[in-house]
Structure formats: structure tokens, C-alpha cells
């Protein structure tokens, strides 16, 4: 028997302040929320109100979804919190926003971005790997944009930093729908970082 597809309670999204150089990203950010709000999936996000941060959580309440964003004093007091969603957490800096945005989710979803994005998703995808916790991280590879990460992965596999099984924790797909379709179907693995003692 198969197991039934995990229903999320909310999700967590990263993503640029920037809107990127192409309207294509704008699209992808408001499908993915409009498919949150029509699941009843609550976003847990970083709380701006620019770029596609503020695309996302637009297009969550026009959807009537409930929208969570958690935000550092230090981009609050620079006016860039997004003041019209249901629930804005502010806190002292950005490790208590990304530890909060991580309790506050079930799983957790990379939409094109900058360093922030990337640090953010590696760092929960980090904890996958190491067991902390068992939850989806996922990537929206919007037209290719994730393409030279994935590709870098594939060669940190071929030069045995990565095990093969880690690197396939990411799940990848260029639909928002889809998407959230592989990571309702995804499964923990289980797997733990390998320690080579030769190399200690």
C-alpha cells in the first residue's frame, strides 16, 4: 500500500527582495502562492514587503491564504516589513528568524533569489542531511535558474563530497504545482552524515 501524500500546514518560501531581470519570476512567485492559498497551505516567509518576497505573500492573500513573515529588527526599522499580512514576527536578527521561520514550517521551498536565498536554503537542507529534521527542501527551478547549483552538486557527487542519496534530498521542479505535489509525496530517507575517519 502506498503512503498517503503529507498534508503541510504551512511552508516556508525563500526568496529574493529583488523581483529579478525577468517578468517570468514575478509569474512563478504569484502561481506558487495562489497554489498555497487554493491548498490552504499557510506561507511562512521572510516578512518584506519587496521583491518577490512581497510578490509571494501578495498573491497568497489575494488568494485568501494566511500569510506568516518573520523579520529582523534591523529591516524592520528601514521600513521594509510587509505591515499587510495576518501575522508579522519580529526578532532580534537573522538567527532567530531562520530559526523561527524553520519551527514555524513543514517544509521548505527555494524560489530564484541572491545569497540570502542560497544560505538560507543550504542551511536547512544541512539539517536535513545531519537528521535534525525530516522535512521536504525543495527547489523551484524557475526556466533553469538552479541549474548551475544543481550542476554544481552533481560534480561535488562525482568528487565524493556529496553521497549520491543527499544530493537526491533535493527535489527540483519547474512547476509550482508539481512541486508541491513531490514534496507531499516525499519521504525522510533516513540517512545520516557519513564521517570518513581516514580523512579526521
Known amino acids: 500500500m502506498q503512503p498517503k501524500p ?65 523579520i529582523p529588527e534591523q529591516l524592520m526599522a ?43 536554503y543550504f542551511e536547512v537542507l544541512t539539517w536535513a542531511k545531519l537528521g535534525i529534521h525530516e522535512k521536504p527542501c525543495a527547489l523551484l527551478n524557475v526556466d533553469g535558474f538552479y541549474n548551475p547549483v544543481l550542476s554544481l552538486l552533481s560534480h561535488a557527487v562525482e568528487e565524493a563530497f556529496i553521497g549520491s542519496a543527499h544530493r537526491d534530498m533535493v527535489l527540483v521542479e519547474e512547476d509550482p504545482t508539481r512541486l508541491l505535489e513531490a514534496m507531499a509525496a516525499h519521504r525522510p530517507s533516513h540517512l545520516h552524515k557519513r564521517i570518513d575517519k581516514d580523512k579526521v
Not at 32 to 43: N, P, Q, T, V, W
Open 6 to 70: 503529507t498534508q503541510f500546514r504551512r511552508l516556508c518560501v525563500f526568496c529574493g527582495s529583488s523581483k529579478g531581470a525577468r517578468d517570468i519570476y514575478i509569474h512563478a512567485a504569484q502561481e506558487l502562492g495562489h497554489e498555497l492559498a487554493k491548498r490552504r497551505i499557510e506561507l511562512v516567509y521572510g516578512g518584506g514587503n519587496v521583491g518577490l518576497m512581497g510578490v509571494i505573500a501578495d498573491a497568497v492573500l489575494a488568494g485568501g491564504g494566511h500569510v506568516i513573515g518573520v
Open 78 to 120: 528601514r521600513e521594509l516589513g510587509h505591515t499587510g499580512i495576518q501575522d508579522l514576527r519580529i526578532v532580534k536578527n537573522m538567527h532567530e528568524r531562520k530559526a523561527m521561520m524553520a519551527e514555524l514550517a513543514d517544509g521548505f521551498i527555494a524560489l530564484p533569489g541572491g545569497i540570502g536565498t542560497y544560505e538560507e
